[in-house]
């Protein structure tokens, strides 16, 4: 079989590579738009974003290539190696990084500076992959399903550690590879109650909740009041879940608020769902500063709706987005990238730029689905959840569905740590893909 | 481990498609729905920026320009571009401040109007400054020389007919006139300024440009397919002569008082002075409240135009109107002789006449030519007594309408804001002030340009119009033309010929020939121009002031009308020297050599002694200085007694307030006592 086996080039899956290829054109594209100024005299000026992201772009695609050349077998066996050194890097981060906007996120070397734990995403992907690979793991056991947990989170930790809560969020991804090697569905649906029970907490006044609640149980308690009659455990189960929703929405989340979250978080999340922060969390009242309460993130957001909100169905035009190109939005070439393309090109180049991602994910779990080593499907699987919190969270957070929090969109976002990291996470897959005749362990 | 079509696979798919597609419906809603985004995108990014044309220039008769605009540079500093390592020591040597203003200028900008956004550091710079700045300015990132355009008048001349520009105030722009303006807009606020603003002003152009976050304009917004060009302001082409205006000017040097030359065949003024004059240049910029206030402190008050808004009794400068007046209504003939012995006493009281010889008012040309006050009441008597009328109330009123047919009495319409109107009396007006008991007697001093008659130098000029041009005036103006069109609708009333009550050209012919006698043979021979048919009448004005309530008799308006030539008549003029003495001595050499440099474009070597005599002549009085300080601090003393009485009225209040409080306590406590 080897001996008929195409060269390595043909056997890459050309539509991720196309589609990898047209995100990170657009992205250029798109901070190029942001940027251009009618003073320019030149397309080329080596100061601008856009020239450096396709400086980056370069990088990206030289090491991608390498990756290529590299031995398939290579990456599941040093996997464990790789997490190691990356979990190392983050503590020492913790400790020994940049100073940024008050989190310790970064690492630096002179002018040049990454962020590891864009990075680690990388390594926790393969390591994952590694351990749910090894034929002597049993995923059904709870052992072995807590140390799959455990290699996930850890890192997460330990960016919250870095005060860089919206990047560890991402590492929750892993729940949606674990899911698909086999977690119950129960924790599924408990994780989407988890997060409908939040939302209601956040929303609804806390007596009113209460009452709500109670009403709740007391109807599905009427309804199976057969089943509750005959049986222990529904009941149980019923009268568990209505103490826990009381615990959790009257004690947990205002515990959390007060005491665990920050001030900047507390007014995102509230932002998000477009609530005033009600007095009790706020911050400023509680440590007794006259400080004018400035809600920056709103503003983010508002600037950052006008700006795709502006659009309209066709867009502005290429180089006509007068909130992109004039500095109203935040972060626009990192974070907010997305408005310059709701801004120029409307609904229909959002809409399109949507399908793009969708198609690359997909694609990626179709890849995933056809391998024969359980190493590179779960590797796949990571590659496109990651995407997706990526993509899902950030986007969302533009037209103000998920609340502000720090992460880049996926090949479009300005930033070398960012593109680099991704384009290693598909080079990778694409080089493991390649090798798919072959079982790797 | 399961391999074979694992269901999850479809239900994760099914999560990414889910998630996407909320995305997209958020999406479709907010782009397509939600308009006020695109409101509010065009309202953080769009920045109108309003382009001010250059005001229109003004030029004189002869085309040389008066008033126009001039670039000065205010130098800008956007501070957070200004590098680290800016050389402060270079910067401060070239514009010659010490490095503590030059902190002190760039701290104040931060503060005031944020580091990213322009400031002035330095407005109005000298031509020096601007020159080494912009040989140097590569060296410099952060500033930046910006043009910005200021009225320059040409000479010092003219200021007070020229007029100056300001803000509009708030005040101004609650008025429907100023609707059009916005604060900080400039405007004309006197002269030819305001009168002629709409034409000045021009239309300001309104570009659209983007701004970004710091509100810094960039592009122009859609490649400026909104913008709307703006208008320059029209030109103004005047009747005045810059080169008289400025001579007449040197004459009127340290005089109070006017000069106003009109062309009676055009009614455009040729010079209007306003003596003492200033320089209009003071006022403009940022100096103007300043100076306005030093100016309009001064004793001589030089920001008055005594050519339209001071009203002088005419004196004898009247004699020629009285007779024309008499001589058309018939009352009396050329011929007619009065012999007057030097008073006039046919009126209880005798009034002084300068002549005593006999025969000195035998006819009216001699009577004018000598100026004989016994002949001109005598006349005035007879018009308002004439047998035809029923009364001399009816008299007075045919006398009142010839004279407001002249324009006097009433604003001449000239193109100047806040003309002054003078002073006719008429019918009523006696009546109400004598209470019907008067008679031709009681009046008698108007006929001879006393009493309740008083003229602005313009209306003295144009009654000199109505004369050489026999029968017709026109309204006095500056402008013959706006944006070179003479026919501008601004300018139509302009074009109208104002005939005077049907008077013959006889008359006329009479009235003048004595006129010409005047220079001839009579009061005014100073005023004789060689080769030119001249025809004047001297004044010498008694008046009095009131100072602090008391009536002073002070020294008399030296006066003076003429005309010439008296064929084809080419200028008409008067001149009023306040407090200077006989009308002959001081105002006829000067109406004479105004004239004569008019007409004959300079003044002859003769005249030079005449002429430097008037340059010199210092002619204002000690006691105007005293006279206006008296007026001053009994202003203050009026003012001071008010605030007292004012503090006064207070104190009483609160003291009686207090009283009353106390009692009401004290009430209290016996009650409480009582009670107790």
Redesign the interface.
Known sequence: MSLTRKSLFYRIDAAVLLLYIILVAIGITAVFSVEHRTTDTSLIMMNKSYMKQLIWFGYSLGLGFIILLTDSKFFSSIAFLAYTIGIAILIFTIFGGVDVKGSRSWLGVGSFRFQPGEVAKIFTAMALARFLALPETNFKTLKDRLIAVAIALVPAVLIIAQKETGLALVYFCFFLVMYREGLPNTILILGFSVVALVLTTLLVERKTLFVLLTVFAVMIGLLMRHALRRRMTPRLLLVGGWLFCIIFSQVAVPFVFKHVLQKHQIERIYSTIGKEVPDEYDKTLIAGEEVKKTNSSEYNVLQSKIAIGSGGFWGKGFLNGTSTKNQFVPEQNTDFIFCAIGEQFGFVGSALLVILYVSLMLRIVFIGERQRSAFTRIYAYCVASILFFHFAINISMTIGLAPVIGITLPFLSYGGSSLLSFSILIFILLRLDSDRQHLIR | ???AA?P??Y???F???G??A???L???F???F?A???I???D???YKKVVYPPRGVIFDRKGKVMLSNTAIYDLMVTPSNVPKTFDTTQFCEMLDIPRSTYIAILTRAVVRNSSVRQSPFMEQLSPAQTARFQENAYMFPGFELVERNIREYHSKAAGIVLGYIGEVSQDMLKKPRYLSYRQGDYTGLSGLELQYEEALRGQRGVHYL?????NRP??P??GGVLDSQEISGRQLDLYLDAELQEYAERLMANKIGSVVAIDPQTGGVLCMVSSPSYDPNLLRGRERAKNYAKLYRQATRPLFNRGIQATYQPGSTIKPMTGLVALATGVISPSFGLGCRGSYGLCRRSIACEHKDAGHAANFRLALAHSCNSYFCHIFRMTIDYRNYKSVREGLQVWSDYYKNFAIGRQTGVDLPFEGRGLLPDSAYYSDRYKFSWNSCTVVFVGMGQGELALTPLQMANSMCIIANKGYYYTPHFVKAIGKNENDSALRKYKEKHNVLNISDSTFSVVQRAMQDVVESGTAMGARIEGVEVCAKTGTAENKAIVNGEVIKMQNHSMFVAFAPRQNPRIAIAVAIENAGFGATWAAPIASLVMEKYLKDSVTVKRKEVEDKMLNANLINEYVYTIDSAIRLHDLMVYNARVEKKRYADSTRRANAEVMLARWMEGKLKKARTIK
């Open positions: 481990m399961p391999v694992n999850r696979q239900i994760i798919s999560i990414f498609i998630i996407a909320i995305i997209v958020r999406l479709f907010l782009q397509n939600e006020k985004y695109k509010l995108a065009n953080i990014a769009i983007e701004r970004d976050k710091f960039r592009d917004y859609r």
